[in-house]
């Protein structure tokens, strides 16, 4: 019987259980995870995660019961002999036929933040202990302004407390998706009380054995008692770092996700840098509907099905009680269409140099995005777009 050995329990680990099974895979499926958690979503870690309570399971325990997958829970991952075709794990070893590797990301940490009250928000652990101590309505001060750290200055707002965010860059999001667009989407933040500071560094934190403050470059500090760090991620590979396997930016792989000169082992998910249809080279994402579109990739990979076409980019982040959407990849283009008078109603396009649209920011106008997702999935040019699309000279 075909042995199929997933690393890792979250949405890429789960949807590969899940295809296989749907595509009528009938060998056994072992899951191991680190957490001892059931299986849950990591999106509402950041929002809904944070005022309540409830679980956001990625499947009930009737549905994994139905999926006969073997579950390890509190269980991390060593390495792998690939020769051997040995999964290593703190709890014991698992043989296997087909591996996949789902570990994702490992948030990005600073000096001292083994302090109290110095957190990530990557686990449901982190939310746990972040929506306990929102209820106290600490100072917070927030390093880095990207969705993670957005996100959470926007629960903490709404909680009551004094939000600082921090940010490098001149602008927030300048990076991904330019000044002027950036500077539009900070304008949530302003709106609604919470500070931001651009063009800052963080020096280190203050505080014995509690955050106390956040000290700045130039020797400013910053009164909290709450601090999240949200300044991106790294795949976490560091387990397989004697395993052989092509690690570099995430595990390297084929188009099929499976893994460079190891025909018997995939990667999906956030760890997985893989050559994009649309981009013709690889690119590793870090998107939910990413790590969810991946499973059936996977699973089309063992079971020899037809495998699902690739679709482009896709990520949202809700703030304040507006949803932003963002396709495809708009830092590979440049702004060929704002529109919109605030953050609210913004719609941004974004364009190759041949004028074919590559990305899109819509704020709370799900026409209008929808539009541009086929747009960018269509590679349709700037100019072919249809109103209220239509193209016009970026504003001064």
């Known amino acids: 019987m075909t042995r199929v050995v997933i690393v890792g329990a979250s949405v890429a680990g789960i949807r590969t259980a899940q295809a296989l099974r749907m595509q009528g895979f009938d060998g056994t499926i072992t899951l191991v995870g680190e957490e001892l958690h059931h299986p849950y979503d990591k999106p509402p870690l950041s929002k809904e995660s944070l005022t309540t309570d409830v679980p956001p399971h990625l499947l009930t325990q009737d549905e994994l ?55 990530t928000v990557r686990t449901a652990d982190d939310a746990t202990f972040l929506r306990e101590r929102l209820a106290a309505r600490p100072r917070v001060v927030v390093i880095g302004a990207g969705f993670i750290g957005a996100e959470f200055a926007a629960a903490a707002s ?6 600082t965010i921090i940010e490098a860059q001149e602008t927030p999001l300048a990076h991904l998706l330019g000044d002027r667009v950036g500077a539009r989407l900070a304008q949530l933040h302003s709106t609604h009380g919470v500070t931001v500071r ?22 400013e500090v910053l009164p909290a008692e709450l601090v999240v760090v949200g300044i991106g991620a790294n795949p976490a590979t560091s387990w397989l770092e004697a395993s052989g396997l092509p690690i570099g930016n995430g595990v390297e792989c084929g188009a099929d ?24 080279e690889p690119i590793r994402i870090e998107h939910w509907t990413n790590a969810n579109e991946h499973g059936a990739l996977v699973a ?70 929808m539009k541009l997702r086929k747009a960018v999935t269509k590679r349709t040019s700037v100019a072919e777009l249809q109103p209220p699309l239509a193209p016009a000279p970026v504003p001064a």
Do not use: K, M
């Open 158 to 163: 709404a909680a009551g407390c004094e939000v």
């Open 257 to 280: 996700l499976r893994v460079l000169g190891h025909p018997e082992i995939f990667a999906a998910g956030d760890v997985a840098r893989w050559p994009h249809a649309h981009y013709g």
């Open 198 to 219: 651009t063009s800052v560094r963080f020096d280190h934190f203050v505080g014995d054995t509690a955050v106390e403050g956040v000290a700045l470059a130039d020797g």
């Open 65 to 119: 019961e139905q999926l006969d997958v073997t579950l390890h829970l509190g269980v991390r991952a060593t390495g792998v002999d690939a020769e051997a075709r040995v999964l290593h794990t703190d709890g014991g070893d698992h043989a296997y036929d087909h591996l996949v590797i789902a570990t994702g990301v490992s948030p990005r940490t600073l000096p001292g933040s083994d302090l109290a009250g110095v957190r």
């Open 300 to 369: 089309a990979g063992i079971t020899g099905g037809d495998a699902p076409r690739a679709n482009a980019p896709y990520v949202w982040s809700d703030q304040y009680g507006h949803r932003i959407q963002i396709v495809g990849l708009p830092s590979r283009g440049a702004l060929a269409h704002l529109a919109g008078e605030g953050p609210e109603d913004l719609v941004a396009v974004y364009a190759d140099d041949l004028g074919v649209v590559v990305g899109g920011v819509v704020v709370d106008d799900p026409r209008a995005f």
